[in-house]
């Protein structure tokens, strides 16, 4: 079982900063995978940025240039440092981890809960 836990997020004025945190636990072998994505109030899910374990990052055109990922792969964590933040950032910030599990072997595609990211003045 893999868990993850995402902190960080919270009300913002636009063009200001926030940095998220993602931390995943359990029964981990190998991380390949660390990626965010958001979701606003009717729309779908969609991928705001990745990186690898080897650091290859890809990012949503409407990110790049603003938006951060790092990882640190001793401590399992990811980062989103999150700068000039406008309000169509608005939205649930999802941590997602794909890896392979301790004991079994078997590839692990773990969620977390979420956390807010409000931009508004």
């Known amino acids: 079982q893999v868990q993850v836990v995402e902190s960080g997020g919270g009300l913002v004025q636009p063009g200001g900063s926030l940095r998220l945190s993602c931390a995943a636990s359990g029964s981990i072998f190998s991380i390949k995978f660390m990626g965010w994505y958001r979701q606003a109030p009717g729309k779908e899910r969609e991928l705001v940025a990745v990186?690898?374990?080897?650091?290859?990052?890809n990012y949503a055109d409407s990110v790049k240039g603003r938006f951060t990922i790092s990882r640190d792969n001793a401590k399992k964590m990811s980062y989103l440092q999150m700068n000039s933040l406008k309000p169509e950032d608005t939205a649930f910030y999802y941590c997602n981890v794909k890896g392979l599990g301790y004991n079994s072997g078997e590839p692990f595609d773990s969620w977390g809960q979420g956390t807010q990211v409000t931009v508004s003045s």
């Open positions: 990186i690898t374990s080897d650091g290859y990052t």
